[in-house]
Nanobody, 122 residues
Framework: VQLQASGGGLVQAGGSLRLSCAASGRTFSSFNMGWWRQAPGKERELVAAISRTYSTYYTDSVKGRFIISRDNAKNTVYLHMNSLQPEDTAVYYC?????????????????WGQGTEVTVSS
């Protein structure tokens, strides 16, 4: 499985971006999908995840601002980011993991995209 993330860029605080992650292969619907981010000097953190059964998870700092969704017909997972803040600045990675396991830890993910950079200016 190959994951291709896109949609990052430079945005002012309060703005919005939509990240997309397109997956190759025909088993996309069986995967749990996650969006992770890593800011300079910080550890990679799970931002949002969506299971193969459409359960979702959000880290506290993005609840009410970010929405994760998936379109299995397009083999794509999205991260809609609203009310962006400078602290959201990071490289964002999409990842895919076995849908039969959990989706909360880095070890749950087998495939990783290349990352897309998001910069939020104040």
């Amino acid at each position: 499985v190959q994951l291709q993330a896109s949609g990052g860029g430079l945005v002012q605080a309060g703005g919005s971006l939509r990240l997309s992650c397109a997956a190759s292969g025909r088993t996309f619907s069986s995967f749990n999908m996650g969006w992770w981010r890593q800011a300079p000097g910080k550890e990679r953190e799970l931002v949002a995840a969506i299971s193969r059964t459409y359960s979702t998870y959000y880290t506290d700092s993005v609840k009410g601002r970010f929405i994760i969704s998936r379109d299995n017909a397009k083999n794509t997972v999205y991260l809609h980011m609203n009310s962006l803040q400078p602290e959201d600045t990071a490289v964002y990675y999409c990842a895919a993991g076995d849908g039969r396991t959990g989706y909360g830890g880095v070890g749950d993910y087998v495939y990783w995209g290349q990352g897309t950079e998001v910069t939020v200016s104040s």
